[in-house]
C-alpha cells in the first residue's frame, strides 16, 4: 500500500506525458484523477493505520552498495 501511494501519481503522469496525444485530453485526465483519488484513500488508511491504530510500520528500502564498491578499497585518511 505504501508503495502505490508513491508511485500511483507517477503512474498518472507518465501516462498523461507519453500517451496524452494518443487517449486523448479527457482520457488523461480521468486517468490521472482518478489514480490521485485512489492514492488519497489509501493515503488516509495508512495515517488511520499509523497515527490512530497506533501500528508500527516500517518500510525497507534496498540500497545500492555501487557508489560505494569504489571507496573499499580506498585508504581512509583520519584526522588523529
Known amino acids: 500500500m505504501y508503495q502505490a501511494i508513491l508511485f500511483l ?4 503522469a ?18 490521472t484523477t482518478a489514480l490521485v483519488l485512489v492514492t488519497a484513500v489509501l ?19 534496498a540500497t545500492c552498495n555501487g557508489a560505494t564498491d569504489g571507496v573499499r578499497g580506498a585508504s581512509r585518511v583520519s584526522a588523529s
Open 9 to 12: 501519481p507517477l503512474l498518472g
Open 14 to 31: 507518465i501516462f498523461a506525458g507519453f500517451f496524452g496525444r494518443l487517449v486523448g485530453a479527457r482520457a488523461s485526465e480521468v486517468v
Open 43 to 61: 493515503s488516509w488508511l495508512a495515517f488511520y493505520q499509523v497515527a490512530i491504530l497506533d501500528q508500527e510500520e516500517r518500510i525497507h528500502v
